[in-house]
DNA sequence: TCGCCTGTCTAGCACTGCTAGGATCAGCGC
DNA sequence: GCGCTGATCCTAGCAGTGCTAGACAGGCGA
């Protein structure tokens, strides 16, 4: 019976590492780095081993994309632990998001860009996916306003979403994102309390 | 001379077959079948006569996604021609940019997902995709409000983008897209005149 | 008519994800 | 201690990818 239990925590230890060397490698040098032959080369087995734990080099990514869920939903419920205010929150929530898409590119798009084979807002949807999506619906609800909160969560997530993607791919000005933020929550949210009306009809 | 002539019409000509065939592939059965073989061999030429016309494959893509931003543009100025009012022209733009995401979600991840080589806002942009981004920034003048109106601009296309690019993925509720789109336009112009304010603090 | 030159194709390179089949070695019963 | 058994792993190979060198033909100018 030892025997069996150390050969499944072999294998369970195989198994991180192969998903933490995809993920390095991602980081580093992109997915396109990210083959086969090289993870196999990189945790000194052949290709062959690598398929009996994934069913193909997909699932490695999609392993890799659910680790980041759970730190992507860590990183936004501190910072939306620390807020004092549900604006706070809120921007704290957004900044949080925005910076983990910028410090980890390759992260992103394997959760949100590359077709995941994962469904979004089903019952099969994995833990960590709906927890981090969670967050997102407790910081929006007191802005919902007019719409219900769901519909209001989907708009803030597409803005962020957009913000995040176009700024990696270089298509937005770098110097302006703080701007870009700003311009974003202040319409999302309605203007502060207390001060003018903003736009013109 | 007129054997010339004619043999770089026959060039151009099939210079068009490619890109067509390309695009054609690409919105019926995604990226991922467009391969420079099948290319060949729907055009009925050899691989080699491909890298006669262009560089490499993703100059084909290019091509496409170039071609693809004068649609887009052309789409975008008819929508924002036919408003009354400088509202009513945001929200033409915003349901045509949409429409046109969600009708060819081929083209658009060409044009906006994949890494393109090719420079935005800068002097050597493409003169088709400087001119559909010129149709953006038209149309947000109105509402830039506070910020200056290219950080406005770039606000607009990131939840422009977010709600084309997460609806495609499937992460969206389909039925609530016109929601979305009133929820994200109204906090972009700020309330319509007359009404009350919207969220509370 | 001859020779060149342009245009096209065949065949091949190095790479990809993935897999069939054989070798090896540990654990077990005797 | 010995030989069998079964799990584990690797070698080698498949079909596909983007791309290219070199051979071949056909039309052009002299």
Redesign the pocket.
């Known amino acids: 019976?030892a025997?069996?239990e150390?050969?499944e925590r072999?294998?369970a230890q195989?198994h991180r590492l192969i998903v933490r060397t995809a993920r390095d490698i991602a980081e580093s040098e992109g997915w396109d780095?990210?083959?086969?032959?090289?993870?196999?080369r990189e945790i000194?087995?052949?290709?062959?081993?690598?398929?009996?734990h994934?069913?193909?080099?997909?699932?490695?990514v999609r392993a890799v994309a659910i680790e980041a869920f759970d730190e992507l939903g860590e990183l936004t419920r501190a910072a939306r632990a620390g807020a004092a205010d549900p604006r706070a929150a809120l921007r704290a929530l957004a900044e949080a998001y925005l910076a983990f898409a910028a410090a980890h590119p390759a992260l992103y798009e394997a959760m949100f860009v590359r077709p995941l084979g994962i469904p979004f807002g089903t019952a099969e949807t994995p833990a960590p996916l709906r927890s981090a999506f969670a967050e997102i619906v407790e910081v929006v609800t007191p802005f919902a306003g007019g719409t219900d909160t769901e519909t209001a969560t989907e708009v803030l997530w597409s803005g962020l979403h957009g913000l995040a993607t176009l700024g990696t791919a270089r298509r937005l000005r770098p110097d302006q994102a703080a701007d870009r933020l700003d311009r974003f929550l202040t319409g999302f949210t309605g203007p502060p309390t207390g001060s003018p009306a903003g736009p013109p009809a």
């Open positions: 019976m025997i069996e150390r050969r072999e294998r195989r780095a990210v083959t086969v032959r090289r993870l196999a000194e087995y052949s290709q062959p081993v690598l398929y009996g994934f069913p193909g080099k997909e699932a490695i």
